[in-house]
Nanobody, 120 residues
């Protein structure tokens, strides 16, 4: 059973920063790729960033330079650092997991409940 619990969402002014956290089960953290996705009202869900078991990261091109994904290996926690936030970043942000092997990831089939980010 994969457990993913997001936190850290809230309201922030444009130009501000926010850090999202995702607490993952030990099994999920050790054996799965992890990632952040977001979905705004009326829009399709989109990938924000992913990280594999070897620590390799991939960021959406449009967010490169503003967002950063990282893991705390001692706490089994995934982070999304968001800087220079814009109103268009407003969305529900989800933590997700995929079965992984080395640097490769399968489909992201496991999801947290989401945390709302609102930028004004």
């Amino acid at each position: 059973h994969v457990q993913l619990v997001e936190s850290g969402g809230g309201s922030v002014q444009a130009g501000g920063s926010l850090r999202l956290s995702c607490a993952a089960s030990a099994h999920a953290y050790s054996s799965y790729c992890l990632g952040w996705f977001r979905q705004a009202p009326g829009k399709e869900r989109e990938a924000v960033a992913t990280i594999n078991n070897e620590g390799d990261t991939q960021m959406a091109d449009s967010l490169e330079g503003r967002f950063n994904i990282s893991k705390d290996n001692t706490e089994n926690t995934l982070f999304l650092h968001m800087n220079s936030l814009k109103p268009e970043d407003t969305a529900m942000y989800y933590c997700a997991a995929a079965r992984g092997s080395g640097r490769y990831c399968s489909a992201f089939d496991y999801w947290g409940q989401g945390t709302q980010v609102t930028v004004s």
